[in-house]
């Protein structure tokens, strides 16, 4: 069966065509972490010690997370995700996923390894944080800080691979923009936000303990 990716003469032997429409991928996806958005938030509303920009840092975190872990966890581990025939959804999401970028479809290294990270060490990382805010742990900034620069990093490392092999791996200019540019634009802006916030409270924590150590001397 011939495939829909780019280039035409990447080899997926025994590859089935995606049996669900992108619509219909998208909109459980949407809908998923919708709900797992609003869980979090009404749960964390029960607190009133969290103020609303912790109770959003809650949300991401939590949807993040399980992207990571779920998502990009299925695609690690399933290495034949594009031979599968049951139209099982996280399957669907690759064979979609791979018109925006073939790299998955070809089991690339360099997404492997980025990927592979990702939903092992900063899948559950970010599930940790949810905890840590919720708690008011103090290394809830440096964990946030970390996964940030880990995320950014994951981010920029696909980027750079993908334009040092020539940046040739879309079906169109719409699956291009809409998926490997819009979609993974998100992990570069909100992490940059989360991780200069969270620079700055660890800097005034440890300007606050200068100060107290300068007082008792």
Known sequence: MEHPYVPRDL?????VPGSLPHTTIIGVYGVSSLLVVSLIWI???????L????????????????THMILEGYFVFSPEFYKDQTG?????????YSKGDSRYAGRDSAVIAVEGI?????GPACLLAVYAIAKG???SHILQFAISLGQLYG?????????????NFAA???YYYAYYVVANSFWVLIPSLIALRSWKRICVASQGQDQKKTKFR
């Open 11 to 15: 080899q997926l032997l025994g590859f």
């Open 88 to 96: 099982f959804y996280l399957a669907e999401v690759w064979k979609e």
């Open 137 to 139: 742990k103090p290394y």
């Open 43 to 49: 749960l964390s509303g029960r607190s009133s010690r």
């Open 155 to 167: 981010t920029v490392v696909y980027f750079i691979t993908s334009i040092l092999d020539g940046d």
């Open 118 to 122: 990702t939903a092992v060490l900063e």
């Open 172 to 174: 169109s200019s719409y």
């Open 51 to 66: 103020l609303k920009i912790d109770r959003w840092l809650m949300c991401w975190w939590a949807f993040t997370g399980l």
